[in-house]
């Protein structure tokens, strides 16, 4: 169904992606970007800065504080206004859709 959906090659985790995007209504929040789990993929990579921001916009205080989806994860536009030149893939790798 996703190849019907979204036609191309070699596309496959991208397709599968935007199906499951197009298919889940929004209430469910699939298209929202796990923000911690980004900021951790920024940290390895050895964006300190970026993942702080990241951090200090979306789950400030403690580490050892237990969150939820909701209270941390955002859109992609929420991303980009604190982090402006994160390219959108990076973002949209870290969706709950693509982490599935």
């Known amino acids: 169904m996703a190849a ?3 036609p ?3 596309i ?7 199906f ?6 929004s209430v469910h929040g699939i298209s929202a970007i796990s923000t911690p789990i980004l900021a951790a993929r920024l940290r390895l990579a050895g964006d300190l800065r970026s993942a702080l921001k990241l951090k200090e916009a979306f789950f400030p ?6 969150v ?4 941390v994860d955002g859109g992609e536009k929420d991303i980009l206004a604190v982090l402006p030149a994160l390219d959108l893939k990076t973002i949209r790798g870290h969706s709950y859709a693509a982490l599935l």
Do not use: H
């Open 12 to 18: 496959d985790r991208v397709r599968f992606v935007q």
């Open 4 to 6: 019907q959906a979204c």
């Open 68 to 71: 939820t989806g909701a209270e």
């Open 61 to 66: 205080g403690s580490d050892l504080l237990i």
């Open 20 to 25: 499951l995007i197009r298919i889940t209504p």
């Open 8 to 10: 191309g090659r070699r």
